[in-house]
């Protein structure tokens, strides 16, 4: 068990710098999401937390230690890869007990530890079985035994639940949230599905680009996201982004309207205004904006509208019983505190 | 559960005349050719091996016969070949010679494919260029440069001098760095998070799973060898050391060359080698297999 930490971690390939100096401080037992669209350079900063890649310049810490120069077997830690990567001329048992290799423990404690283990995932009946007469699921288990069977400082995963399908990708996701309760490591886990970030993280680290955007518990950057992109990529459907000015009196909204805000400018300044779907009501509040309705998604509990305003297009949630018809015009609302105001030109949040 | 015997009359006949179509019955013209073609393909490629039998069956004084069924059919040739020791010592070279080079291309080329493959090292790709372009020298080229050299180190005439050019070869490399591509990188990031070292993540992660190439590998490489004749014929010169077709080759006398011995030995000598092949031929199906299935 053990804390992690990155110091102005980069990364370069060649002549091209693909992480700009992450700095990050990991909890002994805490559950860290890295989410991103691809190529953010998430999975870049875990392979360098493994010992994959090479570090360019700044620290791994792990515990108390750097281990930069430490070969991935060194740094006490345990990683589960996308394609799963169980040996498939192994049993299950022997995938499992070959994380257990470099072990010091005696043969009687290494089978108990694998028994231990296949206990926790409900693989007792399958250890003898070979990988190809698993499922998706259980081959997944089977990546993940052989990673908890060392017991490490931090447990590394690279988007384990990309493969699986939709149920099967549910119901991991909380098997691997009860783990951690139960097990209590560090947990660095790498997706990038938002959703996956929001359930299971104590704290996610939203990245873009090589940089990180924001740091922080899944409330937070869900209800104050630091920037534009948090605010746009986390939440689905994503928040709807529209244009504004934020001057002495208030809050200017695009088509016409304007709004008491907390939020004021002595000069006058370009900003996004930021609602989500679910903070907009057809009818309610103060009106934000107006417009058909070109689009419905029934989704049975609510119906996702989009609606053609002069701001461009919206979408907002309606009832599931009696949404508005196609081509209606409707008005949306939003109470003003759910608002959120970007910086037009930096994207940043603007206070 | 079991259907009834008082099947309502209306479904029997629908359902036999189903079953009535045998699958493998010719449906059209096109179909009957293509049989055909594949019969032509096969008789072609059988009619070697049963003349090879026919003739090791036969008498001296009817091998020009082109009669495919010996008039007298007879296993003196057989006796003979066996009774002869020098066939016995051709056979045990050959084997010998076969399996010791067989051993050290499937070790030898998956080591250096491995390398090439999974490892990011500045001339790799001019290692690998400099590798296949010995592919395009022909043996021909190449025994009198052997030939020197085997003479200058004295290993003319021994296992060592017949067996040195063929240790390891490029096609072998190739193959197995083609093969290794295959295997995910995932795999051997695995092993050495588990704490392997690199040979040890060769020999236990990435070997095992590219047992296919290794089988037809381990079949190429020991059908050339058994069958060599151009490079052990020059390299040896007792009798003893003879490979079999090098032996095979000087059965008869100057004036007649002893037609059934050669084949009796060549008939003789197809044993090991389809025991080979039966052995390997599984692994390359079950790779294929293997393949077939995701994940």
Redesign the interface.
């Known amino acids: 068990m053990a804390n992690l930490a990155l110091r102005n971690l980069t990364k370069a390939f060649g002549n091209t710098e693909v992480l700009h100096g992450i700095n990050l401080e990991v909890a002994d037992g805490e559950f860290i999401v890295f989410v991103g669209p691809s190529g953010c350079g998430k999975s870049t900063t875990l392979r360098m937390i493994?010992?994959?890649e090479e570090v360019t310049s700044g620290e791994v810490i792990i515990g108390d230690k750097a281990v930069n120069n430490l070969?991935?077997?060194e740094r006490d830690?345990?990683?589960v890869?996308?394609?799963?990567?169980i040996?498939?001329?192994m049993s299950v048992k022997k995938n499992i007990a070959?994380?257990l290799?470099?072990s010091k423990l005696s043969k009687e404690e290494k089978e108990a530890r694998i028994l231990e283990v296949a206990g926790i995932l409900d693989m007792v009946p399958l250890l003898d079985r070979k990988?190809?007469a698993l499922s998706?699921g259980q081959?997944q288990r089977v990546a993940i035994g052989?990673a908890m069977v060392r017991d490490p400082a931090v447990f590394l995963f690279d988007e384990p639940l990309s493969n699986l399908d939709a149920q099967l990708r549910t119901q991991m996701r909380l098997e691997i949230k009860k783990l951690h309760q139960r097990v209590g490591n560090t947990i660095v886990f790498v997706t990038h599905d938002q959703v996956e970030a929001m359930t299971m993280a104590d704290r996610i680290v939203i990245m873009k680009d090589g940089h990180i955007q924001q740091i922080g518990t899944p409330a937070e950057v869900y209800h104050q996201p630091a920037n534009a992109f948090v605010a746009q990529f986390i939440g689905a459907p994503s928040m709807n982004m529209l244009p504004g000015t934020l001057n002495g009196k208030g809050l200017k909204l695009g088509a016409g309207s304007s709004l008491k805000t907390k939020w004021k400018s002595d000069s006058a300044l370009d900003v996004m205004v930021g609602v989500r779907p679910d903070d907009l009501t057809v009818g309610k509040g103060d009106p934000i904006v107006s417009g058909k309705v070109t689009v419905r998604e029934p989704l049975g509990p609510e119906t996702l509208i989009y609606v053609d305003t002069p701001s461009g297009e919206v979408i907002a949630k309606a009832s599931g019983r009696t949404p508005p018809e196609l081509g209606e015009k409707v008005v949306l609302s939003a109470d003003p505190a759910n608002l959120h105001v970007f910086d037009a030109k930096t994207g940043m949040a603007v206070q | 559960m079991t259907i009834a015997p008082d099947v309502p009359a209306g479904i029997r006949p629908t359902t036999d005349a189903a079953l009535a179509a045998p699958k493998g019955k010719p449906k059209n013209l096109g179909q009957i050719i293509r049989w055909l073609l594949l019969f032509a393909g096969g008789i072609l490629m059988i009619m070697p091996i049963v003349y090879m039998i026919s003739t090791s069956l036969k008498w001296p004084h009817e091998v020009y016969n082109v009669n495919l069924i010996p008039e007298e059919p007879t296993i003196e040739n057989y006796t003979y070949v066996l009774e002869d020791g020098r066939f016995y010592w051709w056979f045990v070279n050959s084997l010998i010679i076969a399996v010791i080079t067989t051993i050290c291309n499937l070790l030898f080329d998956s080591l250096v494919g491995y390398t090439l493959c999974k490892f990011r090292f500045p001339g790799r790709q001019l290692v690998f260029i400099a590798i296949l372009s010995t592919l395009m020298i022909p043996t021909e080229m190449l025994v009198i440069p052997w030939y020197l050299m085997s003479q200058s180190f004295g290993w003319l005439d021994t296992y060592w001098g017949i067996m040195f050019p063929g240790l390891m070869t490029a096609f072998g490399t190739f193959l197995m760095k083609q093969f290794f591509e295959s295997v995910?990188d995932?795999?051997i990031?695995?092993?050495?998070?588990?704490?392997?070292n690199e040979l040890e993540i060769w020999w236990k992660?990435a070997m095992?799973?590219v047992?296919p190439a290794l089988a037809a590998l381990a079949i190429f490489v020991f059908l050339g060898n058994w069958t060599a004749f151009l490079w052990p014929l020059i390299v040896t010169n007792s009798v003893d050391m003879y490979t079999i077709p090098v032996g095979l080759s000087g059965f008869g006398d100057e004036v007649d060359v002893a037609w059934e011995l050669i084949m009796t030995g060549a008939a003789i000598s197809t044993i090991p080698t389809l025991i080979v092949f039966l052995i390997f031929q599984r692994f390359i199906i079950r790779g294929v297999v293997?393949a077939g299935?995701k994940?």
């Open positions: 493994a010992g994959l070969e991935p077997k830690i345990a990683m890869f996308q394609n799963y990567a040996y498939p001329h070959f994380g290799r470099s990988p190809n998706g081959r052989r | 995910p995932d795999f990031e695995a092993a050495r998070i588990d704490g392997l992660v095992p799973l047992k293997m299935l994940g």
